[in-house]
């Protein structure tokens, strides 16, 4: 897959993707897409939120038990919330990664900026 030069000159690399611009995407499908990426905005924020607040607010209840001989409301506060934080992003990225290629990059090769036909022999 070649990508065309720009106007300019340049190219590309044939790795790019750019998803669709705003005007080609209808706007049934960018209202869903901002729907799904709110709902997914929420649901991280909540499991932030209980992290945060939750967590640590029973973090000393949590010492009945230990991890690696250290008292679990500890271990939870100082490391494990941290852990949690990066399962978040990690999860979040992963999520709208596929978002955005369900809905703005669910367009025919023709619609993209891509040349698809075969790079020609030197």
Known sequence: ???????????E?????????????SADR??????????????????????TFVVIWFARDLDRWT???VPAGYWWAAQGAIGGF????????LVMERLEARFLD???PQDRDVDT???PHD
């Open 106 to 108: 669910a367009q025919t």
């Open 86 to 93: 990066l399962l978040i992003i990690v999860g979040y990225c």
């Open 117 to 119: 036909s075969p790079a």
């Open 30 to 51: 960018q209202r869903r897409f901002w729907r799904w990426v709110s709902l997914w905005t929420l649901l991280g924020i909540a499991a932030w939120a209980f992290l």
């Open 1 to 11: 897959m070649r990508v065309r030069s720009s106007p300019a000159g340049g190219s």
């Open 13 to 25: 690399g044939a790795e790019s993707r750019r998803p669709a611009p705003a005007a080609e995407v």
């Open 67 to 69: 991890f690696a001989r």
